[in-house]
């Protein structure tokens, strides 16, 4: 079993303040309420606070990339 659905490639992509993650971050969420606002969304910008909101929740749940490579956990 692995994780999907989320934006970005990675769940520290969420987490990690440090290097480029910021601006990876701030990067998406542009490009996330520049597209709800091609789509005519009132109010993208906001929207895509919280979109990057719920895959940063999401993300805090998923699996360290070390414990997805390690068959005994994630043998079914």
Aim: net charge positive; aromatic share 8%; no cysteine.
């Amino acid at each position: 079993m692995t994780h999907a659905g989320l934006g970005l490639p990675e769940r520290e992509f969420y987490r990690r303040a440090d290097g480029q993650f910021s601006q990876i971050r701030a990067a998406y969420v542009a490009h996330i309420a520049r597209m709800l606002s091609l789509a005519g969304v009132s109010g993208a910008a906001g929207k895509a606070r919280r979109v990057m909101a719920l895959e940063t929740a999401i993300a805090e749940r998923h699996w360290p990339i070390a414990d997805r490579r390690d068959r005994d956990r994630t043998y079914n």
